[in-house]
Structure formats: C-alpha cells, structure tokens
T-cell receptor, first 113, second 109 residues
Framework: SAVISQKPSRDICQRGTSLTIQCQVDSQVTMMFWYRQQPGQSLTLIAT?????????ESGFVIDKFPISRPNLTFSTLTVSNMSPEDSSIYLCSVVVGPNEQFFGPGTRLTVL | QQPVQSPQAVILREGEDAVINCSSSKALYSVHWYRQKHGEAPVFLMI?????EQKGHEKISASFNEKKQQSSLYLTASQLSYSGTYFC??????????FGSGTQLTVLP
C-alpha cells in the first residue's frame, strides 16, 4: 500500500477564485489520478497525471479549468480554477501501487459559495 | 461507460450474507472493489484480473466472469463494520477506473 496525504482537507471558497489541491505520496509512483466525487455520487475520473508527460483529461474536463502539475514521482497538484458552486465536491487523488492496486488519498472537500 | 451495480441498496442483519453485482458493456482488463464509509476515502478491497479468478479477503470474496463482463462481491456472515457504500471500478485500459454508482450496504445489529 501507500500513504497518501492531501492538502487542504477541506476549504470554503468564493465564486471566481481558484484553489490548488496537493497530493503527496510516501513512495515513488508512476501513475496518479485525480477524481471528483459529488455528494452522494460515484467517483468520476478527471485526469491521469503521469510523471514526465502531460496530464490527459477525460471527456468533460479541460486543462484550463483543472490544470495539473506532476513535478516528481511523489507529488501532484490539481487546481480548480474560476470556481462556481457546481465545483463543490470532494476531490481525491489516487495512485497505482505494484502492478495493479489503486489507493486513494483522504480527499479534499471543497465548498464554493 | 459506467458499469451497472445491483442492488442499489441492501439492509442486512448481522450474520447474514449479501451479494453485490457489477456488470459492464465493455471488455474488461480487471475489476476493482472498494468500500467507502461516510466522509471517508474509498478503501481498496480487492482486484480481480481477467481470467475468471475468484479471490477472498476475510469473509469477503469476489468473482470475475470475463466472458460475461461481470463481477460479484460476496459478503458472508456480515459484521457491523461492513456497512458502507461498495463501488466496483472497471478497468478497460491504462489503469483508468470507471466506477459504478455504488451499493449502499447497511448491517443492523
């Protein structure tokens, strides 16, 4: 397994502002993902953030809205830009450990007013 | 395309058994199962790779029928700690998981 931390754990933001979420892993991992989970809903993949390449975004998510950095094998950031109340959600990073197992960070609970 | 989970919700008494199903319209590389408690991150339970294997984890086991593109999670002699929402995540390529809508399991004393 891996120990994954996220900062901040929660935040309340004003409409139109941006928030950067950090994901830190205690070991080097190649594959990292960012997910969104809206209240009472399932998890939706936002993008894949592999070190050494540009992030790849899923349908409905764009780089201008959710820029991602992956400077090294233990760290990534997701920025939620120009926020609106519809962006209120839990944002989770996940990593692949070993050949197949995928583990999630504790999540960042974002509320946009 | 999102896999279909059934049932949406189930209520059990402690000690009873439950089965949660997950089916996909796409060819699958693997199926992952997670449990999420309210306000917490999903916790990895197990992964099943194509090949029709079955796995066990304490009193929780799962099967994967590659031909039918289906997986089932079996909870036997359920405990109060089993309560939560169970998600299947299907992997068709590149380690990207597509999650089902979840099954809310409630175990009553």
């Amino acid at each position: 397994s891996a120990v994954i931390s996220q900062k901040p754990s929660r935040d309340i933001c004003q409409r139109g502002t941006s928030l950067t979420i950090q994901c830190q892993v205690d070991s080097q991992v190649t594959m990292m993902f960012w997910y969104r989970q809206q209240p009472g809903q399932s998890l939706t993949l936002i993008a894949t953030a592999n070190q050494g390449s540009e992030a790849t975004y899923e349908s409905g998510f764009v780089i201008d809205k959710f820029p991602i950095s992956r400077p090294n094998l233990t760290f990534s950031t997701l920025t939620v830009s120009n926020m609106s109340p519809e962006d209120s959600s839990i944002y989770l990073c996940s990593v692949v450990v070993g050949p197949n197992e995928q583990f999630f960070g504790p999540g960042t609970r974002l509320t946009v007013l | 395309q999102q896999p279909v989970q059934s049932p949406q919700a189930v209520i059990l008494r402690e000690g009873e058994d439950a089965v949660i199903n997950c089916s996909s319209s796409k060819a699958l590389y693997s199926v992952h199962w997670y449990r999420q408690k309210h306000g917490e991150a999903p916790v990895f339970l197990m992964i099943l790779l194509k090949g029709g294997e079955q796995k066990g984890h304490e009193k929780i086991s799962a099967s994967f029928n590659e031909k039918k593109q289906q997986s089932s999670l079996y909870l036997t002699a359920s405990q109060l700690s089993y309560s939560g929402t169970y998600f299947c995540g299907t992997e068709s390529s590149a380690r990207q998981l597509t999650f089902g809508s979840g099954t809310q399991l409630t175990v009553l004393p």
